[in-house]
């Protein structure tokens, strides 16, 4: 099983931004996306690239949210603008050999330990 290693959480006021990266054990790849889940929520996608390179992101986020793929440094990277205190949650990089839809979390089966975002209003 690949070993993910997330990084980039904190805490920040509405507004401001945030970076989270995520390093796996083998290659970055399509395949991997991005999670969160916050007190008392179920697990949500918040954007996540499909197997054949495909990007999708979850509603709430679109415009604001960016993921991108470094291969230089074998890196995910979701880069989150415009932070709001409902984006407050544990964030889970994820990845899988046969994603055809990137917000599904049952078509993924190596996880990170998460890493929490903070916003304040």
């Known amino acids: 099983q690949v070993r993910l290693t997330e990084s980039g959480g904190g805490s920040v006021q509405a507004g401001g931004s945030l970076r989270l990266s995520c390093v796996p054990s083998?290659?970055?790849?399509?395949?991997m996306g991005w999670f969160r889940q916050a007190p008392g929520k179920e697990r949500e996608g918040v954007a996540g690239?499909?197997?054949?390179?495909?990007?999708h992101y979850a509603d709430s986020v679109k415009g604001r949210f960016f993921i991108s793929q470094d291969y230089s440094t074998n890196t995910l990277t979701l880069k989150m603008n415009s932070l709001k205190p409902e984006d407050t949650a544990v964030y889970y990089c994820?990845?899988?050999?046969?994603?055809?839809?990137?917000?599904?979390?049952?078509?993924?089966?190596?996880w990170g330990q998460g890493t929490q975002v903070t916003v304040s209003s």
């Open positions: 083998d290659s970055v790849s399509n395949g």
């Open positions: 994820a990845k899988g050999s046969w994603v055809t839809q990137g917000l599904n979390a049952n078509q993924y089966n190596s």
């Open positions: 690239f499909t197997m054949f390179g495909t990007t």
